[in-house]
Nanobody
């Protein structure tokens, strides 16, 4: 079992920044990919960013490249998502997920956090 707990969501004005964090516990050694997904009302869930825990390889959706950065802290077993230059299109519930392969398909990620709301107003 793996437990994931997100924090750091909130309300921010367009152009601002937020940092999300995901703390993991349990048998995380078996799940070497951490991803941040988001889902806005009426839209499909999408992978925003992901990182390989062992080699640090990363993936970013085109919509966030250059604005978002995914970071890992091996000592604390946490992954963060630094979000800069936010715009209203980034408004969504953001979920942390753990999987075994760095893929964009959410069904490949076995464990999920409860989600944290990010709202960007103009």
């Amino acid at each position: 079992q793996v437990q994931l707990v997100e924090s750091g969501g909130g309300l921010v004005q367009a152009g601002g920044s937020l940092r999300l964090s995901c703390a993991a516990s349990g048998r995380t050694i078996s799940y070497l990919v951490r991803g941040w997904f988001r889902q806005a009302p009426g839209k499909e869930r999408e992978l925003v960013a992901a990182i390989g825990w062992s080699d640090g390889s990363t993936y970013y959706a085109d919509s966030v490249k250059g604005r978002f950065t995914i970071l890992r802290d091996n000592a604390k077993n946490t992954v963060s998502l630094q979000m800069n230059s936010l715009n209203p299109a980034d408004t969504a519930v953001y979920y942390c997920a753990a999987g075994q392969r760095l893929v964009v398909d959410g069904s490949e990620y076995r464990y999920w956090g409860q989600g944290t709301q990010v709202t960007v107003f103009s």
